[in-house]
């Protein structure tokens, strides 16, 4: 039973299934998969998160706080590079504990991801509604009332589920449906949509750089670290540096743990590993060149916001375009705003052209069915039936489930299949010393180990509730799993014709003698 549970894909049955008729296509260079890592990273995390983590954790400190967070991302990049050069086909984190670690480990980071994708999507959803609504706004434009928000709201200060007067938060089912069919559509035009988007935001957030650079004041990053440099906690509670309120960590590495929600999707990058035209050269390349640059602007933003603005003073909701409006820019606004809306599209974008591909992976194992997930379209060459699924998931999630309790589900299910990848790629190392890595991570077995244990220290930060909601989302694929998966597993099904055939042989010899 174990020995089944643990059971490993062989890295030679990967590679064959991704050259059948169900592969997608491969259109995707080098400089697409970075648009589309850069596209999905820098969005939320400039023009929502800066504003929240510098106001309420980590001071001008967050400049510190996003490069704790980007180190932690580094180690754990450079895993995903190595997997995605030997194994470029679909399925990204579940693909590569599958060929490592065995079929249960890979559901349990399968499942995972599903979880990380679409809740991530509904919040990105959210979020997206929140700067539209403020964007037309400019225009004395408004979406009614009773259209404009989730029907309910989490109040953290009496912890309880508060009505809001509002039906349904109706920009978020709208872009959700857009995106979608853009998705079905094709991953061509699909990318194509996410380049003009990426360039938008990009030159905005240069601008946001160099202009908001002549308004800084040095005596607002004094004092710099107002909460401290630590803020560390075990399951919600705070071991090393000051508290806050609800006992959560106050301090830079607190405000690290806050942002990491601001570099999901870097990975989504692997995701597409079966559709770039070089994956073992330019999957690499993507991962690493997206990370660096968007770790670069995030912490050039951080220091020009709090440079422009003394940080309790700093806009929660929307900080870059407040910023600028405090120093006497409002004409600035109009282009945050519309910089904001376009960034945070390419972030759902990308999401949620991620999450499909996923599906498409376990389905190709037999793990969920492979009639429904495993579709491909044969015209678009896209997982056509599965994206529809989710953006109609995403579409429900964001538009009835308010941003607070959507965002404290994403950090631990991204921390948690990084933690795995880094333990994965020391695996593999032993298992097969000799399998080709067009891409090496460098000083293995430090690299990984950094990676796991960085990932974790962020992971224990998060509070207790999140953990609550991961063990349960786990238990409810665990069923899934074994009443399902584990019967209708293509790799179980190899196992026992071979065995079958093997008992059939020794029938045969047995009788001849």
Not at 49 to 60: C, F, V
Not at 191 to 211: P, Q, S
Not at 297 to 307: E, S
Request: charged share 15%; with cysteine.
């Amino acid at each position: 039973m174990v020995k089944r549970l643990m059971a490993r894909k062989p890295l030679e049955t990967i590679l064959e299934e991704a050259k059948g008729d169900n592969r997608l296509r491969r259109v995707l260079g080098p400089w697409a998969l970075t648009s589309l890592g850069i596209g999905c990273v820098i969005g939320t995390g400039i023009f929502v998160l800066t504003g929240i983590a510098a106001h309420d954790k980590a001071g001008p400190a967050l400049m510190l706080s996003y490069a704790v967070a980007g180190v932690a991302c580094v180690f754990a990049a450079l895993c995903y590079a190595e997997f995605a050069s030997m194994v470029p086909v679909a399925g990204s984190a579940f693909t590569y504990a599958y060929a490592t670690v065995g079929e249960l480990f890979a559901w349990i980071i399968g499942w995972d991801l599903i979880l990380e994708y679409t809740v991530a999507s509904a919040t990105v959803a959210h979020g997206w509604s929140k700067y539209f609504q403020d964007f037309i706004g400019i225009f004395h434009l408004h979406v009614p009332k009773v259209l404009s928000n989730a029907p309910f709201d989490f109040d953290p200060a009496i912890g309880k589920l508060i009505p809001t007067g509002t039906w349904v938060d109706f920009p978020a089912i709208v872009v959700a449906l857009l995106v979608t069919i853009i998705l079905v559509k094709g991953i061509k035009e699909s990318a194509t949509f996410n380049n003009a988007m990426v360039i938008l935001k990009v030159a905005v957030v240069l601008f946001v750089i160099v202009v908001g650079a002549f308004y800084v004041d040095p005596k607002n990053w004094i004092p710099f670290a107002p909460y401290g440099w630590t803020g560390i906690s075990m399951f919600g509670h705070t071991v090393l540096g000051q508290s806050g309120e609800g006992g959560l960590p106050l301090g830079m590495l607190a405000g690290a743990g806050v942002i990491f929600f601001a570099y999901i999707g870097f990975d989504s990058v692997s995701t597409h590993a079966e559709e770039a035209k070089n994956p073992q050269r330019d999957v690499p390349i993507g991962i690493m060149a997206s990370l660096v640059i968007c770790t670069a602007l995030y912490i050039a933003v951080t220091a020009v916001i709090t440079g422009m603005v003394p940080y309790n003073k700093i806009s929660v909701e929307a900080p870059v375009s407040n910023a600028f409006a405090q120093v006497g820019l409002p004409w600035a606004q109009f282009l945050i705003s519309l910089a904001a809306v376009a960034g945070i599209t390419s972030v759902l974008l990308v999401l949620m052209l991620s999450q499909p591909r996923v599906m498409l992976a376990m389905a190709r194992d037999g793990l969920v069915p492979k009639s429904f997930f495993g579709a491909v379209h044969e015209k678009f060459r896209t997982p056509w039936k599965s994206t529809i699924l989710t953006g109609c998931l995403v579409a429900t999630m964001g538009a009835l489930i308010p941003l607070r309790v959507l965002a404290e589900l994403v950090n631990i299910g991204t921390l948690l299949a990084f933690v795995i990848v880094c333990i994965a790629v020391m695996i593999m190392r032993k298992t097969h010393p000799d399998a080709v890595r067009p891409f090496h991570c460098p000083w293995v077995p430090v690299i990984p180990i950094l990676g796991v244990l960085m990932c974790s220290m962020l992971m224990f930060a998060l509070p207790k509730e999140n953990w609550i909601r991961l063990f349960v989302w786990l238990f409810i694929g665990l069923l899934i799993y074994f009443f399902y998966g584990r019967k209708h597993s293509e790799l179980h099904k190899r196992n026992m014709s071979g065995l079958e055939a093997a008992q059939e042989e020794v029938k045969a010899q047995y009788e001849d003698r």
